[in-house]
């Protein structure tokens, strides 16, 4: 059976939260402004109406407090879902997600369990002020103990939220804001269906001439960047990355096999960050099938720019097909 | 001092009793009036106008008079019309997003003329009240807004840190500035320093405004923390912060803590102006609690609609800042109808500036984004720069793909 | 609800004089007092074993008759003498490094007594006392300090959280341990549950802590504060954290503070009971400050001597937790020479068997670097795990490089 | 002329301390413990004593704080050295330094300079409990504004925490602590010598079989297994990163084009690392030049194990080696 919803993938997390809510009492919204007003872009919007101000926390204004109190809630048997309203602001719960979220599992060789999912709408293009388009998820992928995923379209919104709630890791699921309410990126979600595994990535448009390996927002930017290119009679093939850490780059292993070349997108800054990471990886796995070096698109090695600029400071289409020609070239 | 608003029963008095907790009303009597904020509250002159004499404050401004209140009229009504103008701006795409401050002159002006010129101010983001009493042009922070850039003005010779977007980072900054003022000799007598910083209600609950608390009682700090309890952060009232008035937090650090009307603006001044001597004095920390109303949405992109009943706003409307002081001036015969003409036409004329300097705003250069991540630029950076503006010479000419 | 330790005078009262500052003698005498701990520290045996009445809270302990009292000796002194020999195993290379408790067996014997089955306490990393209360088998506390593990004890079992070592960070956590305590409604009668939560004088300082506070405050959340000042922060004295003494903290955020003589085991026991029934009742949280001191050095990398005065030790000494309860018992014939000699002889077995575990705990094996990282464990750490496992077998038999 | 002095790593940060603290009034120490203790490591001894309280100050215990404040001092010109005790404390003060310290400089356009050093004791090895052997230094090369250094002998740190502190950017100092007090590693220093340059690598052996990058505590571990290899008669070439952000590759780019092999060396988990930035950035510029993909060595995915076990998770000079061979026989 199947039942058929075209959803943005604002309102695609937003049902999955609240299926999660209804089939187990035990999760808990937190965050600022998550309850009345339903988050700043409206994700939480009617939970708190529906489950009532004990399970949708507007909590008082401050990470380190969010974060950590979940711990304790985490630490008594309930699932805490913190949203982060901006990335920019999840700088002061660092140390509650380092020192204890990503620690007391092994600290406590199993005893404790962490089911702690931190949303975070992440990534620029909104034109917004500083603080607010930043693209951290590398700081969290660097760190043991916590899983990190980001999701590109709807059905892994619906289906990725519920998952990781279900998980007894601590997830940062990275939420591409710039496409939370974008008409053109909504998609059937059948909620009957079986959803793919959290912890995997994705194959999602085969190509030939070289592979794109991109997650979240910049997912589309890839496939806008391979439409764009069979028009030039080149053939990419995308993946889409979905887990951030664990990696599972089999799929981009296999794909760089067959096309033996790869670029790597992320909107974040390059330096020791998940593009190095891929590149560190393809090139050990495939030393002999690379026809040219891994190469990156990313944002560049600055703080995020004023937004007027942040159209040239974002990869876009154009970097990523000059970027496979290079890459042609080499 | 002010005795507590609500109290605990004498520990192991009897069983413990639900009677030990502040019962709805008194936190609400305390924390979010929509009266007049408390017993505590100090004010100078009401709502209606009216000058009411406080032994204690009056002495701070006893140098206000007809014409420097008239001065401080035009401060508020200037700032609010620039507020008006930049909103409407935003509505018009002109700006990327606003913060309005509307409802919160008397604080900002009163405070903001409290300082001197060796004085420092750290701003959170909603500010530009206390911007324009330091001499900034409001122009220079419209950039920010605009998203041309991410500060402009020149913090030094304005005494007027950038704004501080990240809840309750200046805090701690301001504390180590005001260290520094003391670690210099700049405090002790009338000519001293001080600094005031800017923060919200919904701040207090920060690690770092907390931290700002201890490092600055402990250090002895000349620094004035200015709070503006504007009753919201964003869609939470104050209640989810605090279960008790928020000047009263002070108590458990060892300085003194002050409730004023935030819509007073000569109560703002003349408390502003007494914990700043505290502070020059050596005195410091101060904590003030302005409490005031935010008049309009949290920013532009905000509905105030969904989380808040417009009979609060009505109620606040009562209140106004501006109104009050011009009720004071028209009865006094401190002003008459032709100043009040020429404080309307000369803000008109200050917002017709403002609009006229916007629309005309330049873009940034697109190698701006490598300019200035360090005193010191780096290779990659370098390299990141050149690569980019060969990539970009390539579409001159060019439609791009 | 006591009176200030010293007052600033009133707002806008004359020119700011030098005079409101607190004197570093009112600093002293409030903070860090080699007397008594100022007029608030509440007391129910002096340090010569003299039982002082209460009408406030004798009536937490009117159940502690000579058997239960000599209970409460008996606890301090095992623990004291377990802390001794791991400080002297640590001495003889078995431990890496040992965090004394020396000094503070009242503050934790006496808190931790006062719990109950469903309580849950969250400690610091000097709560050995604390454990012991709970039924953790101090065996299993030396892993952490052995190196071979992070933490050993079943913590739901025994009501008792691991041990946190990023200072602060357990009171944030604990906040959110109660809340949920709250929210399974476990709260409101005499059978509800509660949580205690341990952390020192510096804690107070850092933003976790305040927003503990804060938490905790806004979801009236079932939880004990338990600051054990022991005057010391490492080589800082609370002089570096604070200006007043740390239990009126409580009073900017609207709960109960109050400071107990940390060296008196019924007062303590006395004064968590009444704080833990508060909180059961729903009229948490509260904030206790043991005032205590750290006898010992920090940990045993730590040398005390160069930052503070040896006379400061001699006076504390004066105040020792368990001579005072030993005085009270021996004057009182609620004890005689048997039971102290019985107890000196169970508690040198407790530290016999102790020691024979420490020298004979098994090392843990390489492959459980790898184990729990994850509930669900990744591939790369699998793939990790073989690897590492190979090259080892590489190892065997070889003598290596 | 030369003023010679046979000194330890630790040693050499203290004398480094005091000339800087002597050549600028401007100067301060502030961390926990520093003053009268002269710091958990000894690093500030007798600092506060000479310079007084208002120069070295013990400030109240919390991390966010010390780097807040100093944030403000550097606004009103003083020249702030914070020292965080471990690495593993480090994380209550990250959101000032990723939001202020990183970022001020680039939001006022170069108005506010940010002359402040985090001096980090970082690594394992000294049997310490948890949080008190990490290595988060990749965490802050991820992110723009900041520039990370480390060191690895006396020399370096003598010069380097001058240089540092001369600089008008910020810089997170990462310290070797296993190594401080170690005699082994005394060497001499000429504190009247022209310094290298604070932001260069440096080749500190020569050979020609395969190359090994390494900084702070792990170029000990690098030359070691040099020695070693030498007797199994393969010459490796041991670069000293010394400067983590920004990087230096020019000299390992040369050196790879050499020897063809590059093995990257660090305590810190591999994913999303400095080790990941060095091979990707390695197998772009040096493509045809690598006969074997770059290797890593490095501390595992987890976090920092009990500390009797930490022998296993530290790489060593056989793990180097294990890993030069299987280069070799790629
Ligand atoms: C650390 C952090 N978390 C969240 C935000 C998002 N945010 C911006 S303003 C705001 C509310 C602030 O309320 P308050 O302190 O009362 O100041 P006000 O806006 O009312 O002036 C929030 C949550 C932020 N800027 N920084
Ligand atoms: C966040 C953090 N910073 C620094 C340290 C290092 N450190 C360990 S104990 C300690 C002093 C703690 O003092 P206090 O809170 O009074 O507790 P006590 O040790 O006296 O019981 C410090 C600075 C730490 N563990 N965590
Ligand atoms: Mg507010
Ligand atoms: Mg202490």
């Not at chain 1, 994700?43 to 008082?60: A, C, H, M, N, Y």
């Not at chain 1, 002061?92 to 005893?111: M, N």
């Not at chain 2, 004085?119 to 042009?137: I, L």
């Amino acid at each position: 059976m199947s039942d058929l919803q075209k959803l943005t993938i604002g309102k695609a997390i937003n049902l999955g939260l609240r299926r999660a809510m209804e089939e187990d009492p035990k999760v808990l919204i937190m965050g600022e402004d998550v309850g009345k007003l339903g988050g700043v872009f409206r994700i939480t919007d009617g939970l708190q109406k529906d489950f009532g101000e004990q399970r949708v926390l507007d909590t008082p204004l401050a990470e380190s407090g969010i974060i950590g109190t979940a711990v304790g809630l985490a630490v008594r048997g309930f699932r805490p879902v913190c949203e982060i309203q901006f990335e920019g602001f999840i700088f002061p719960g660092f140390d509650q997600i380092s020192s204890q979220v990503a620690k007391l599992h092994y600290r406590t060789q199993g005893k404790i369990k962490m089911p702690i999912v931190i949303r975070v709408p992440f990534g620029g293009g909104i034109g917004a002020v500083e603080h607010h388009s930043e693209s951290p998820e590398s700081l969290f992928a660097h760190i043991p103990g916590l899983k990190v995923v980001s999701v590109s379209n709807a059905v892994d919104a619906y289906w990725g939220i519920q998952q990781a709630i279900k998980s007894d890791d601590p997830i940062l699921f990275f939420e591409p804001k710039k496409l939370y309410h974008s008409g053109a990126m909504k998609s059937e979600v059948d909620t009957e269906a079986t959803p793919d595994e959290l912890f995997k990535s994705r194959v999602v448009r085969e190509g030939t001439t070289a592979t794109v390996v991109a997650y979240g927002p910049s997912v589309k930017v890839a496939l806008d960047a391979a439409a764009a290119a069979e028009d030039e009679g080149k053939s990419l093939e995308v993946i889409d990355l979905r887990t951030l850490s664990p990696l599972d780059l089999e799929p981009v292993f296999e794909s760089v096999r067959k096309t033996g070349r790869l670029i790597a997108l992320s909107e974040a800054p390059s330096e020791s960050s998940l593009t190095s990471e891929i590149a560190a990886r393809v090139q050990e796995e495939c030393f002999y099938s690379l026809e040219a070096p891994v190469l990156r698109v990313t944002g560049f090695d600055t703080p995020y720019p004023p937004a007027k600029l942040e159209e040239h400071y974002l990869p876009d289409l154009d970097r990523v097909l000059h970027t496979v020609d290079r890459s042609l070239a080499w | 001092m002010p005795s507590e608003h609500w109290t605990h029963p004498e520990p192991g008095d009897g069983p413990a009793a639900v009677a030990a907790q502040p019962t709805p009303e008194q936190v609400i009597a305390g924390l979010r009036a929509t009266s007049e904020g408390g017993a505590e509250l100090t004010q100078l002159l009401t709502p209606e106008g009216e000058r009411v004499a406080s032994p204690q404050f009056d002495r701070y401004v006893d140098d206000i008079d007809a014409e420097a209140l008239k001065g401080l009229y035009r401060d508020m009504v200037l700032v609010r019309r620039a507020d008006r103008e930049a909103n409407a701006m935003q509505r018009q795409g002109q700006l990327g997003i606003w913060v309005p401050l509307l409802g919160q002159e008397a604080a900002q002006i009163g405070s903001g003329r409290a300082l001197r010129k060796g004085d420092m101010a750290f701003p959170s983001y909603r500010e530009h009240g206390v911007a324009y009493t330091r001499g900034v042009d409001l122009k220079e922070v419209l950039g920010i807004f605009r998203c041309t850039d991410h500060s402009g003005w020149d913090y030094q010779a304005h005494g007027f840190h950038p704004y501080t977007i990240v809840i309750g980072n200046q805090v701690l900054n301001a504390a180590g500035y005001a260290m520094g003022q003391k670690f210099e000799g700049k405090v002790g007598d009338d000519d001293s320093e001080a600094t005031i910083c800017y923060f919200g209600d919904g701040a207090t609950s920060q690690g770092d405004v907390h931290e700002g608390f201890v490092w600055a009682a402990v250090y002895d700090a000349p620094l004035v923390f200015f709070c503006q309890n504007n009753q919201w952060a964003i869609s939470e009232p104050t209640e989810r912060q605090s279960r008790l008035p928020l000047y009263q937090r002070a108590r458990g650090y060892g300085f003194p803590g002050i409730r004023v009307d935030g819509n007073d603006v000569l109560a703002c001044l003349a408390v502003s102006r007494w914990a700043l001597e505290e502070c020059r004095h050596g005195n410091g920390p101060v904590l003030i609690e302005a409490f005031t109303y935010r008049m309009d949405a949290h920013t532009t992109t905000d509905d105030p609609t969904r989380y808040r009943l417009s009979d609060e706003l009505e109620e606040w409307k009562l209140k106004d800042p501006i109104e009050r002081v011009r009720a004071y001036l028209a009865r006094g015969g401190g002003a008459d109808q032709a100043f009040f003409d020429q404080v309307q036409a000369d803000s008109d004329a200050f917002a017709a500036e403002l609009r006229e300097y916007c629309f005309n705003m330049p873009e940034p250069p697109p190698e701006r984004i490598f300019s200035n991540v360090y005193a010191e630029s780096t290779p990659l950076l370098d390299k990141q720069r050149e690569e980019f503006l060969s990539y970009m010479d390539g579409f001159v000419g060019a439609e791009g793909h």
